[in-house]
């Protein structure tokens, strides 16, 4: 069995940043990613970005690119979300995700098995 913890979230000004983590106890397979998805109130949940565990090889939504960038920490099963530029729009509930995702599929919700609690980031205007 896998868990994932997420931890970083918090209350932020436009413009400002924020670190979340993720860390997965239990094993993992092969083509592991690991991501992040988010839900805002009153929207449905939505991709975010995702990275493969193993090639390093990373997904963006066209709407944080340029602002966001993943990372992995490969000997301490923690995946990095680095947030800058945040905007209101960004405020949502950033869920943790992992599975063994193909690269055609990164950014589908339904593939991934295993998924976190969520991590509040409220961006203030």
């Known amino acids: 069995q896998v868990q994932l913890v997420e931890s970083g979230g918090g209350l932020v000004q436009t413009g400002g940043s924020l670190r979340l983590s993720c860390a997965a106890s239990?094993?993992?397979?092969?083509?592991?990613?690991m991501g992040w998805f988010r839900q805002a109130p009153g929207k449905e949940r939505e991709f975010v970005t995702t990275?493969?565990?193993?090639?390093?090889?990373?997904r963006y939504a066209d709407s944080v690119k340029g602002r966001f960038t993943i990372s992995r920490d490969y000997a301490a099963n923690t995946a990095y979300l680095e947030m800058n530029s945040l905007k209101p729009e960004d405020t949502a509930v950033y869920y943790c995700?992992?599975?063994?995702?193909?690269?055609?599929?990164?950014?589908?919700?339904?593939?991934?098995?295993?998924w976190g609690k969520g991590t509040q980031v409220t961006v203030s205007s």
């Open positions: 995700a992992a599975g063994s995702v193909s690269m055609a599929r990164m950014k589908e919700e339904f593939d991934y098995e295993y």
């Open positions: 239990g094993r993992t397979f092969s083509n592991w990613s």
């Open positions: 990275i493969s565990w193993y090639s390093g090889d990373k």
